[in-house]
């Protein structure tokens, strides 16, 4: 469920979030965006084009 959200939030937002961000636009606790980012980046579903932001994989 987070994933799909936060992966969601993500491509809507059409530029790199910061986690925080995600967070707020999400409506979910950072500490479980970190984690699903973790996830998604293994996956590589999301890249980070500089640190901190995360942007979804084209």
Do not use: H, N, Q, W
Not at 17 to 33: H, M, N, Q, R, Y
Request: aromatic share 6%.
């Amino acid at each position: 469920m987070s994933e799909e959200l936060v992966f969601k939030v993500l491509k809507e937002a059409g530029r790199p979030l910061k986690s925080t961000e995600i967070a707020e636009l999400a409506g979910i606790d950072k500490k479980e965006v970190d984690k699903v980012i973790k996830k998604l980046k293994k996956e590589g579903k999301i890249i980070s084009p500089k640190r901190c932001y995360y942007a979804p994989a084209e």
